[in-house]
């Protein structure tokens, strides 16, 4: 690898951002064809600074749903996998089914998503998250298992699971397959700027690129151009750029909208009636070691009949910042949390929030608990702490026993790609301002689905939920937790016109001949899949498609 450009080369493919997109597309590109010659872009640098200026020029207007900028992304090699949580889940059969309550939002299809699925054990290979079997019925040594004494399959499943991956994080796991690639440089502290005007026939030659420190400019060549700069720089990037569109009447009108995370957080536990012991709360693992995890889900057919959003539930702990869960283990990991240096090191500030909201309460009570549960309060995030931060593949999250048959219910459910959730340039052109709300309908359905689950447990006799709120406070509830803004969706969508969308289904940008877009920006659903590992299955099948053309 080479780690100087030289701009005399017109180099075959130039991508630009190395996130886990970046780094699988030019993996993957350079290795099918040795002969080509590949430049990868970074903005971020070795010792990435504190603050950088991508991310000190993003407003975001509502920090309740939207966690701030630094919260949301990385820049430096391997992007956001430097703090991601290695949730590898797939998409649905029904992401790709339109239903009325996303109105006509569903600009991909069936057939699209099962093209893209010959691709999956080459990106579950990147990704390291073991087998790539996302159902327990798949997999002769769990097919019999259930969730739950009692619990039968039917509206409501418990087979389908998420995968984890080490996590793995993509800049220091790859930096040395990368540098290995003789085809390959990687030119990290520029910013991709401004592309050069399509000719006649679609092609866009040249790049201009800027030195983050000295900021001067320099022109790149190449004969194609992938992004693949994470949802929000992507869609700034092609904001600011908007000659690449010259061709087209206009430009693409859903550049920058339908922007889409997840909804998610905890309205509800559940209480089983079986046998303590029997239930699956934890972690199953592959005989590779890898881990994954079983989550309620609701069939294709249950969502499209009653135009319900595809949401995920799954066994979680009581809340930790709320000492009556009089857990000793809990209440350690939550005083843990809250120290303010040693908290920052345990987990990133988005995760860190999920588990303590932000809040410091009961100090006192929480003391009391690892008392109580001395030496258990230390033994198991001691084991917790070892099993997560010291082997190579870490144990990918804490879920705890419950002797009383009593789990909290975490969901993480779609939304719809709802026009007014944009990203637009401010006045100066560089502005970056993330518009995100949770509509009636994103949260309606999260109503909707938790009824469903509670119906079909006391229909099973497995078990019922317990609400954690009034039913008139349950809409309210939702759209004060849950908030988002790291799973990001939706804003240069997959179309099959430039009037719906912005990149066709090869990834195309809609307008040109050479400039495509890998991101999950492209995703016009969000389902309830953590979008990471599918984007690396759409990385895989892009560099096969520019290899071929
Ligand atoms: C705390 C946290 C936890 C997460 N957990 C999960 C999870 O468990 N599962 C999951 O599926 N997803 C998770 N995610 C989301 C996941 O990290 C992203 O989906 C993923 O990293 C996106 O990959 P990417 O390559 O598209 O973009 P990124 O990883 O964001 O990489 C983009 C790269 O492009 C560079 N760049 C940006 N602009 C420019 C420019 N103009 N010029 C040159 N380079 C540029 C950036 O510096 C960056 O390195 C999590 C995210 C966070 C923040």
């Known amino acids: 690898m080479k780690s100087e450009f030289d701009d005399q080369v017109i180099y075959d493919l130039c991508i630009i951002g190395s996130g886990p997109a970046g780094i699988i597309t030019a993996l993957e590109y350079s ?33 309740i749903n939207h966690h701030d900028p630094y919260e949301c992304t ?23 089914i339109d239903r009325p309550a996303l109105s006509g939002g569903c600009t991909w299809d069936s057939a699209l998503f099962d093209e893209t699925k010959k691709y999956i054990p080459a990106a579950a290979a990147y990704f390291e998250c073991g087998d790539p079997v996302f159902n327990l019925n798949d997999m002769p040594e ?52 401004d592309f050069s005007e399509p000719d006649e026939s679609g092609n866009v030659s040249l790049l201009k690129v800027r030195n983050i420190s000295t900021k001067n ?19 700034r990037i092609l904001l600011r750029n908007l000659q690449l569109f010259n061709s087209l009447q206009e430009v693409p009108p859903a550049l920058g909208k339908y922007y889409q995370g997840h909804l998610s957080g905890k309205i509800a536990s559940v209480v089983f009636k079986g046998e303590p012991k029997n239930i699956d709360y934890g972690f199953l693992r592959n005989a590779d070691g890898s881990y994954m995890r079983r989550r309620f889900q609701f069939t294709s057919k249950y969502l499209v009949d009653n135009n319900l959003l595809n949401t995920a539930i799954w066994l ?22 809250i120290t303010p240096i040693l908290g920052k090191k345990l987990a990133p500030p988005a995760i860190a929030h999920s588990i303590t909201k932000g809040e410091v309460k009961g100090v006192g009570k929480h003391i009391l608990n690892i008392i109580k549960d001395f030496p258990g309060s ?65 949260i309606n359905s999260v109503i909707k689905l938790h009824d469903t689950l509670d119906k079909w447990l006391r229909e099973c006799n497995c078990g019922e939920l317990q ?13 004060k937790i ?49 979008p990471t590992f599918y984007l690396g299955v759409f990385a895989v099948r892009l560099a096969n498609h520019l290899n071929k053309i």
């Open 31 to 63: 290795r099918l064809d040795p002969g080509k010659r590949v430049l990868l872009i970074e903005y971020g640098i070795k010792e990435q600074p504190v603050e950088n200026d991508l991310d000190n020029s993003i407003q975001n207007t509502n920090p």
């Open 316 to 337: 979680d702990n009581p809340l930790y910042f709320d000492p009556v869960h009089k857990s000793g283990a809990m209440s350690f990991m939550y005083l843990a949390m």
């Open 378 to 442: 230390l033994i198991t995030p001691a084991s917790i702490f070892y099993k997560r931060y010291c082997l190579k593949r870490k144990l990918p999250g804490v879920f705890l026993y419950s002797p009383k048959n009593n789990y909290a219910l975490h969901f993480h459910s779609e939304q719809i790609p709802f026009e007014g959730n944009r990203m637009e340039l401010g006045a100066d052109g560089e502005k970056l301002i993330i518009h995100y709300e949770l509509t009636d309908t994103d």
């Open 482 to 530: 849950s908030k988002d803004g790291i799973h990001q969706s939706g804003t240069t969508r997959i179309a099959d016109s430039s009037k719906e969308g912005v990149v066709d289904r090869d990834l195309r940008l809609w307008g040109t001949k050479n400039v495509f877009v890998c991101s999950s920006s492209v995703f016009p659903t969000s389902g309830q899949a953590n």
């Open 217 to 235: 400019i320099s022109e790149v060549s190449a004969k194609k151009f992938v992004l693949s700069a994470g949802t929000q720089e992507t869609t």
């Open 142 to 193: 769990f097919s019999e298992t259930k969730i739950a004494d009692n619990f039968r399959e039917g509206v409501v499943t418990d087979s389908v699971v998420e995968r984890w991956s080490m996590p793995t994080r993509f800049g220091t796991r790859y930096e040395k397959e990368l540098a290995e690639r003789e085809n390959l440089t990687l030119l990290m502290g520029y910013e991709a700027r």
């Open 467 to 479: 609400y954690w709120f009034k039913e008139d406070e349950l809409f309210d509830a939702i759209k």
């Open 74 to 96: 990385n820049k430096g090699l391997g992007g956001s996998s430097a703090t991601w949580g290695g949730r590898c889940v797939m998409y649905d059969e029904v992401d790709f």
